[in-house]
T-cell receptor, first 114, second 117 residues
Framework: GNSVTQMEGPVTLSEEAFLTINCTYTATGYPSLFWYVQYPGEGLQLLLKATKADDKGSNKGFEATYRKETTSFHLEKGSVQVSDSAVYFCALNSIYNQGGKLIFGQGTELSVKP | GAVVSQHPSWVICKSGTSVKIECRSLDFQATTMFWYRQFPKQSLMLMATSNEGSKATYEQGVEKDKFLINHASLTLSTLTVTSAHPEDSSFYIC?????????????FGPGTRLTVL
């Protein structure tokens, strides 16, 4: 079945450090891939997405490239800020999923220290 | 982007009472909405798919008589936690896709924190 695996957290970085959060997936067909961010006590916000192989999603300095050959969608940011502290979820959505359900990874908590 | 609202944002109730949570798509129509449950420090667990005009589809292990879902219109789905108990305390989040096409983007509500005393 479809699944998403993220690197375990928490990840603690100093401000302006480089961020990578690994995400790999297993899916039938050609899924769309997403990164969502959740700030404390809030719902999820879409951070970026990619709908086909080699697409690069980007937003607010974050980037992720859809790599079909390695079934990966790693999240990167060149210089993190304290305000980036949140939980990040990788997710996929495939037309083969009944009803278009999102399949989430377990989430990675990021803590950025000043 | 599209907006999904939830009401209430938090609720505290006594054990044995029922609680209704509303999920609304404010600027688009949603024939399908999804209900999730999230425990602290954990990922979202899909509970059910709410379908306008038909019965909800529940995930394995979710009690349909415990968690009643009604998709009353193209912009409103409600989740009722019946006879709530402390173990039902959790963060409940809904989402809706902006298009009917599977594989499309979903927008999430801000969540409802339920505390059962």
């Amino acid at each position: 079945g479809n699944s998403v695996t993220q690197m375990e957290g928490p990840v603690t970085l100093s401000e302006e450090a480089f961020l990578t959060i690994n995400c790999t997936y297993t899916a039938t067909g050609y899924p769309s891939l997403f990164w969502y961010v959740q700030y404390p006590g809030e719902g999820l916000q879409l951070l970026l997405k990619a709908t086909k192989a080699d697409d690069k999603g980007s937003n607010k300095g974050f980037e992720a490239t859809y790599r079909k050959e390695t079934t990966s969608f790693h999240l990167e940011k060149g210089s993190v800020q304290v305000s980036d502290s949140a939980v990040y979820f990788c997710a996929l959505n495939s037309i083969y999923n009944q009803g278009g359900k999102l399949i989430f990874g377990q989430g990675t908590e990021l803590s950025v220290k000043p | 982007g599209a907006v999904v609202s939830q009401h209430p944002s938090w609720v505290i109730c006594k054990s044995g009472t029922s609680v209704k949570i509303e999920c609304r798509s404010l600027d688009f129509q949603a024939t399908t909405m999804f209900w999730y449950r999230q425990f602290p420090k954990q990922s979202l667990m899909l509970m059910a798919t709410s379908n306008e005009g038909s019965k909800a589809t529940y995930e394995q292990g979710v009690e349909k008589d415990k968690f009643l879902i009604n998709h009353a219109s193209l912009t409103l789905s409600t989740l009722t936690v019946t006879s709530a108990h402390p173990e039902d305390s959790s963060f409940y989040i809904c989402s809706a896709p902006t298009s009917g096409r599977a594989g499309g983007e979903q927008f999430f509500g801000p969540g409802t924190r339920l505390t059962v005393l």
